[in-house]
């Protein structure tokens, strides 16, 4: 089939409510980040399953590329598309409804464009939680949490979407749709399939709706702002708290002083909580059905215990849900305030949680060889995934500063996690941004097994071109 005729075709499925003027294309064709300006050759809007599949069959058929985008908040550039002539841009947002909930077998299932708030909060009207929470979550979109695996502030309890899946419905790129939303607990039936395809990035097939794992809401929950010694005197609180609180530990997150610092000064209205600055801050936070004022006293003999350890030197207990959200938003805005700062050389890296310090301390070391930096380094301490933030000395433009030093740095980061024995992308996968990390990281087998997959599940290469595989390792007809 002719492109041309191919796009036309696509544009008759989807009519024209479902096509996206290239008045109205910004917004899909630069990323969140805004690192990429993309082009596609159409933009559109499926509204049913039916329609997702018939335009898979036709990009198939002229080997045309595929790029799904849910809410397009991703961090790698996954979701933009970058041919004007052979990629399609198929964005998922109408694909939006609840289509069940079984407030008794605790699942929900939702399509691939429900706004991950909005889960949450069907959820909730069941008294029942969708545990999945992060600061995108008015934005992002289940299908684009499915594709990059999202973690967040709660994976420490909870775990990442990959635990959260019980199945998926993927339209594959001949347009066969794989339906697998039973929702079972258990069912060792062959492979697994769903779990190929969350993180995939949707480099395999297109997610359109997934059944996910509900948990009991709980009743209380109780959150403390806490200056530490030392970020392994913060590893050390959180193994105490676990083990004291009889596993109520929902996050952990680690804050530098860098970190708030950039916060206070570009975030309207944050306070720091305590009255003298120190350099390291853990937020904890305890959730479960024990009545509140149980909970509270768990969490306060916690705190006694942590300070006589010498652990704590100072540290604030949230006394209304007021100030529980001004906590929070001290941690969930330092992204924003990096921005507002003019920037940061962003990284996402994990090692195990024993191996944090010998990670900031190495890292640290190498980098203070390469150039003259500030860090803003915070994040899921409980996860042993940290934000490494890099930014350039006070008044140094940031543009010079990362095309100077942004790869020497990003590089010595990246060598120190793994040195460890650990992740150069934790949570925000790799998308166009970091190939070149997964074919220096990754192991030659590991990469040779994800190329096999892509060629048997997708053999003209048409999903997502140009994404996560690096082309060495996928050098076929690609779209
Ligand atoms: C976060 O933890 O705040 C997110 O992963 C985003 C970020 O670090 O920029
Ligand atoms: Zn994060």
Redesign the pocket.
């Known amino acids: 089939m002719d492109r041309r005729d191919a796009l036309r075709r696509i544009a008759e499925i989807v009519g024209p409510e479902g096509i996206v003027p290239p008045t109205e294309a910004e917004r899909y064709l630069v990323d969140e980040r805004r690192l990429y300006r993309g082009s596609a050759a159409l933009i559109v809007r499926p509204s049913t399953v039916d329609e997702c599949s018939r335009i898979l069959a036709i990009c198939n058929r002229a080997r045309l590329g595929v790029v799904p985008q849910g809410g397009n908040t991703g961090y790698c550039g996954g979701a933009t598309p970058f041919d004007a002539e052979r990629h399609v841009l198929v964005v998922m947002t109408r694909m939006n409804r609840i289509r069940e909930i079984d407030p008794v077998g605790f699942t929900l299932t939702a399509e691939a464009g429900v706004v991950l708030a909005d889960a949450q909060a069907e959820a909730a009207k069941h008294g029942l939680l969708f545990p999945l929470s992060?600061?995108s979550e008015g934005s992002c979109r289940i299908g684009g949490n499915v594709a990059t695996n999202a973690g967040g502030l709660a994976v420490l309890r909870y775990g990442t979407m990959r635990d959260l899946v019980l199945g998926l419905e993927v339209v594959l790129p001949s347009g066969d749709v794989l339906s697998e939303l039973k929702g079972l607990r258990k069912d060792n039936t062959g492979y697994h399939l769903a779990s190929v395809f969350v993180g995939s990035e949707g480099t395999l097939g297109l997610v359109t709706a997934a059944v996910l794992k509900l948990f009991p809401r709980p009743r209380s929950t109780e959150t403390a702002w806490l200056a530490v010694s030392s970020p392994a005197t913060a590893i050390a609180l959180l193994g105490r708290a676990r083990d004291e609180s009889g596993d109520r530990v929902v996050s952990a997150e680690y804050v530098s002083r860098a970190s708030l610092e950039l916060v206070l000064r570009h975030i309207e209205g944050a306070r720091d909580p305590l009255d003298r600055a120190h350099e390291h801050y853990l937020l904890l936070e305890l959730a479960s059905s024990d009545a509140p004022a149980a909970l509270r006293e768990k969490l306060e003999r916690i705190v006694e215990r942590a300070a006589e350890a010498g652990e704590i030197v100072d540290g604030v207990l949230a006394e209304s849900g007021a100030q529980r959200d001004a906590l929070w938003r001290l941690r969930?805005t330092?992204?924003e305030a990096e921005r507002r700062e003019g920037g940061a050389v962003?990284h996402?890296v994990s090692v195990r949680i024993s191996d944090v310090p010998r990670f900031l301390a190495l890292a640290g070391a190498e980098l203070d060889r390469i150039a003259p930096h500030r860090r803003s380094v915070y994040?899921?301490i409980g996860d042993g995934n940290l934000?490494y933030n890099l930014l350039p000395p006070q008044e140094d433009p940031f543009a010079e500063f990362r095309d100077r030093w942004g790869a020497k740095l990003s590089c010595a980061v990246h060598d120190a996690a793994a040195r460890l024995g650990g992740s150069f992308s934790a949570?925000?996968g790799v998308g166009v941004l970091k190939i070149a990390e997964l074919e220096r990281y990754r192991s030659p087998q590991a990469l040779a097994a994800m190329a096999a997959l892509k060629r048997a599940l997708d053999p003209n290469g048409i999903m997502n071109p140009g994404k996560v595989i690096p082309p060495a390792a996928f050098a076929s007809r690609s779209a």
């Open positions: 992060m600061a969930e330092i992204p962003k996402d994040g899921h934000h949570e925000h």
